[in-house]
T-cell receptor, first 115, second 112 residues
């Protein structure tokens, strides 16, 4: 019940295209859903996050769509650029945070954007 | 942007040896964490640390693991007797209250 399932495992997109990565969760106690971007040799970096009281959040070219009833959320990267090539992880956390910040991660999606 | 610093970037050790992974969290952060990522698998939570004590730990974080904040700047993860399955990338992370989590670049631990 703690799992977060992420797909696809890898994704190749042409420059200017839309990249879509999907995640599904089971634990309804999760109430914070971040996406992390990881470049080779670096740690994950927070890209964008959403709480379940909204269905969509947009920051620049990055949008999270959230479907609470289906327990699914997705990351859309509009106008994908070669610099977006990285591994993307969805994650989920329950509780308000406090001292605990136990993120449950998906397995990651390796995105390659071809020029 | 401020960074979480981890040393060393790579650590090779023999099975059964003790290792200490070191982290310097961002200076005004109060909450500290260790995560790990076995090659090809997802990032997994190990432990959270606040106010000089562990606030939560996962089932992975058994008696072989310990954490310490020996001074005002460092945060360490010790593995007492390493096993082959401890080989992974270990990430330190820190944050301020109600703010986002910052990850370090990781220490790649190889147990031979």
């Amino acid at each position: 019940q703690q799992q977060v399932k992420q797909s696809p495992q890898s994704l190749i997109v042409q420059k200017g295209g839309i990249s879509i990565i999907n995640c599904a969760y089971e634990n309804t106690a999760f109430d914070y859903f971040p996406w992390y971007q990881q470049f080779p040799g670096k740690g994950p970096a927070l890209l964008i996050a959403i709480r379940p009281d909204v269905s969509e959040k947009k920051e620049g070219r990055f949008t999270i769509s959230f479907n609470k009833s289906a327990k699914q959320f997705s990351l859309h990267i509009m106008d994908s650029q070669p610099g977006d090539s990285a591994t993307y992880f969805c994650a989920a956390r329950k509780g308000s945070g406090g001292s605990n910040y136990k993120l449950t991660f998906g397995k990651g999606t390796l995105l390659t954007v071809n020029p | 942007e401020p960074e979480v610093t981890q040393t060393p970037s790579h650590q090779v050790t023999q099975m059964g040896q003790e290792v200490i992974l070191r982290c310097v969290p961002i200076s005004n952060h109060l909450y500290f964490y260790w995560y790990r990522q076995i090659l090809g698998q997802k990032v997994e939570f190990l432990v959270s640390f606040y106010n000089n004590e562990i606030s939560e730990k996962s089932e992975i974080f058994d008696d072989q693991f310990s954490v310490e904040r020996p001074d005002g700047s460092n945060f360490t993860l010790k593995i007492r007797s390493t096993k082959l399955e401890d080989s992974a990338m270990y990430f330190c992370a820190s944050r301020r209250a109600n703010e986002k989590l910052f990850f370090g670049s990781g220490t790649q631990l190889s147990v031979l």
